[in-house]
């Protein structure tokens, strides 16, 4: 039933003879909650997703493949999972088979490519399409006025929706909607630093961290990571947490400075509010460029109707570097040459990648050891065995989260 629900919010949402799909309903209901409506329905979807990928999905022959090709889940989505959903027995399930595939693969001379992902994350894709659904749903409904009212008496966008919106329409219309839910903000002079993360970034978890590449140092002297208590922990994950509050705006990239709405919600609420005023401002100026991009009328309307039958434009790269993200890459490059026995999986990569490589075959049996401890917590959770008592593997689904997409927050 859950997994037929999330299939059914791939379709795109049409007009039938004129009137509303009953999914504008659903837009317009979600429209007059207290934030942006749009997060609350991507919301929303990843709950029914990942509840389905737990309860039906998790042994499906197809379904495992993708998660193999993609090697699970990104890793907002695995904590997700882990964490939200309370999925230890999916978790221990999916990622055993990806430890095991990962062991496999690298046996021979593939190992770079290996270790890189083929296929995308299967939440974020289903994410990703039901933002869009609901923001064509807004953009071809801005005669309503039910839907306007709905706009004007909420936040109306959050602003990255906003962005996504005006890409989407045709110049004029974006530029109503852009008009409409720069009322609705105005008039709610937002100064709570919650409410301003909303209204710049999205609601928590909503979007991803950004991605910044900064090249790795070469460098002789040692940092010297510290030592874990955990055994499959990635000391530089461990090392990046302990250091990454100390931003220094320096490091950062060619896009002006802001946050992205991980380090919105995950930073004190103290010092970061002219930041987020920043990152609100610049997404508002993207809009702006958006809808008075010079090829308004014809061109754009017909685009648009091919859009509406195959894939929506590419999503536009987010006009602002989140200082965090950068000073996390900065801290990152520092570590690419030390000594690893253990990295997690989007460490490794960048070790790979920093030329790095005897680090690979150090790591390879600890994928191997926390396959077979996930596989005892498999076993453990059959109702034949539970009277067992428990070991080590009670922690394997968290360690295995962690070392297959990184610590919370941190890829
Ligand atoms: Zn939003
Ligand atoms: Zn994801
Ligand atoms: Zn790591
Ligand atoms: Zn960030």
Redesign the pocket.
């Known amino acids: 039933m859950l997994r037929r629900e999330s299939k059914t919010s791939l379709a795109r949402p049409t007009t039938v003879n004129g009137k509303q799909h009953s999914y504008y309903y659903e837009v317009l209901d979600a429209l007059t909650g207290p934030g942006c409506g749009v997060c609350a329905l991507v919301t929303r979807a990843r709950i029914r997703y990942l509840d389905g990928l737990a309860y039906e999905s998790v042994n499906d022959i197809a379904i495992r493949e993708k998660l193999r090709k993609a090697l699970g889940?990104?890793n907002?989505?695995a904590w997700f999972f882990l964490n939200d959903v309370r999925e230890p027995l999916g978790t221990a399930i999916i990622y055993r088979d990806i430890l095991r595939t990962l062991y496999r693969a690298t046996a021979n001379g593939n190992a770079p490519r290996a270790i890189v992902s083929v296929g995308p994350?299967?939440?974020?894709t289903i994410?990703r399409v039901v933002a869009d659904n609901a923001l064509f749903t807004i953009v071809d409904s801005l005669d309503s006025i039910e839907l306007i009212e709905a706009l004007q008496q909420s936040i109306g966008l959050c602003a990255p929706h906003l962005v996504r919106a005006c890409q989407l329409a045709p110049p004029r219309t974006g530029q109503r909607l852009l008009e409409i839910v720069q009322q609705s903000w105005t008039r709610r002079m937002v100064t709570l630093h919650a409410s301003l993360a909303m209204l710049a970034t999205g609601a928590p978890g909503t979007f991803?961290k950004d991605q910044p590449t900064v090249p790795m140092i070469e460098s002789t002297t040692k940092i010297g990571l510290p030592a874990t208590d955990d055994p499959y922990t990635c000391p530089v994950c461990a090392y990046v947490n302990v250091n990454l509050l100390n931003v220094d705006p320096s490091h950062l990239t060619d896009k002006p400075s802001g946050l992205c709405n991980v380090h919105a919600w995950a930073l004190p609420t103290d010092g970061f509010t002219s930041l987020l005023q920043q990152t609100h401002q610049i997404y508002l100026n993207q809009a702006r460029l958006l809808v008075n991009r010079p090829d308004r009328g014809t061109i754009v309307e017909k685009a648009r109707l091919f859009w509406r039958t195959r894939h929506p434009p590419l999503l536009v790269r987010a006009p602002v570097a989140c200082v965090v993200c950068a000073r996390q890459a900065a801290i990152e490059a520092q570590c690419g040459q030390e000594d690893h026995q253990l990295l997690c999986l989007p460490h490794l990569r960048q070790a790979v990648a920093a030329a790095n490589a005897n680090v690979l075959p150090r790591i390879r049996p600890s994928w191997l050891s926390l396959s077979e401890l996930l596989g005892e917590y498999i076993r453990k959770e059959d109702y034949r065995f539970r009277h067992e008592p428990r070991g080590s593997e009670r922690d394997s689904p968290r360690w295995a989260t962690a070392l297959v997409a990184g610590a919370p927050g941190l890829a």
């Open positions: 889940l990104c907002r989505h994350c299967l939440a974020c994410e991803p």
